[in-house]
């Protein structure tokens, strides 16, 4: 078992950036593929991006492709979300899940491990 907590959000404006963590307890994080999530009010959970435990191959929502970029430390245990090029529509509460020893899923169903959130506000 694994117990996620999310640091880093915050305010920004249009354009800045930030960098999300993503902090696992437990000695086996390096078997765990992870995920980063957002939610929006009113909308769905919906999948950013993954990275899968062994190899560190990453994937990638197209609306983030190319701002956005997960990796992670397996000594520290955590897993980053880096986030260029911020945009008003990326505003959201971030999560970061987990799930052991499987491919990278953009479902929310897929995932047994979640952090609690840490909130993005990007501003115009």
């Known amino acids: 078992q694994v117990q996620l907590v999310e640091s880093g959000g915050g305010l920004v404006q249009a354009g800045g950036s930030l960098r999300l963590s993503c902090a696992a307890s437990?000695?086996?994080?390096?078997?765990?593929?992870m995920g980063w999530f957002r939610q929006a009010p009113g909308r769905e959970r919906e999948f950013v991006g993954g990275?899968?435990?062994?190899?560190?191959?990453?994937d990638y929502a197209d609306s983030v492709k190319g701002r956005f970029t997960i990796d992670r430390d397996n000594a520290k245990n955590t897993v980053y979300l880096q986030m260029n090029s911020l945009k008003p529509e990326d505003t959201a509460v971030y999560y970061c899940?987990?799930?052991?020893?499987?491919?990278?899923?953009?479902?929310?169903?897929?995932?047994?491990?979640w952090g609690q959130g840490t909130q993005v506000t990007v501003s115009s």
């Open positions: 899940a987990g799930r052991k020893r499987l491919p990278i899923i953009s479902t929310v169903n897929g995932y047994n491990y």
């Open positions: 437990g000695r086996t994080f390096s078997t765990y593929t």
């Open positions: 990275i899968y435990w062994s190899g560190g191959s990453t």
